[in-house]
């Protein structure tokens, strides 16, 4: 009997998360991957507050605040009020945060030449329109 798709799709997950941390460990970078994934965030937003990032990231704001506040107390972010409006909070990377973000990117790239090697543009198109398929099941 064919292995459940639930499972195939928990093992390349995991399979791609563990390639993905051993490569960062390579880099020095023992961030998780939600905070990894927050600094790139910030990195391609203009004025990035914590109400942009909440909605990008599709987060709750007092969960992104805690993840911003731990980005800050290790050096990853500084936060600063706006001089257009002193109300709203700017997180800007800092340089460590930058290099954080660009390792991330890094892996990413890395990681997805490692899981398409050997596949056609035909298969991934394919693939890509299964897992559409798919999403839109679990959405429906």
């Known amino acids: 009997m064919p292995m459940l798709v639930n499972r195939k799709a928990y093992q390349l ?7 993905g941390e051993k490569q960062l460990k390579l880099q020095g970078i023992e961030l998780p991957f ?24 599709g987060r709750d704001k007092a969960l992104l605040s805690r993840m911003v506040s731990k ?4 050096g990853y972010v500084t936060r ?3 001089e257009a409006d002193k109300r709203a909070i ?15 990117e890094r892996m990413e ?12 543009s035909e ?3 394919q ?9 839109a099941n679990l959405n429906s």
Do not use: N, W, Y
Request: hydrophobic letters at 50%; proline letters at 1%.
């Open 109 to 120: 790239q890395e990681l997805h030449r490692t899981l398409t090697a050997g596949l056609t």
């Open 127 to 135: 693939f890509d329109a299964l897992m559409d398929s798919m999403l």
């Open 71 to 74: 980005l800050e107390r290790q």
């Open 80 to 82: 600063a009020a706006s």
């Open 90 to 104: 700017i997180i800007t990377l800092t340089e460590q945060g930058a290099a954080a973000a660009k390792g991330f």
């Open 13 to 19: 997950a995991k399979a791609a998360r563990d390639l």
């Open 123 to 125: 298969q991934l198109s």
């Open 34 to 57: 939600p905070l990894l994934s927050l600094l790139q965030q910030v990195e391609l937003m203009e004025s990035c507050t914590a109400q942009k990032l909440a909605k990008q990231l």
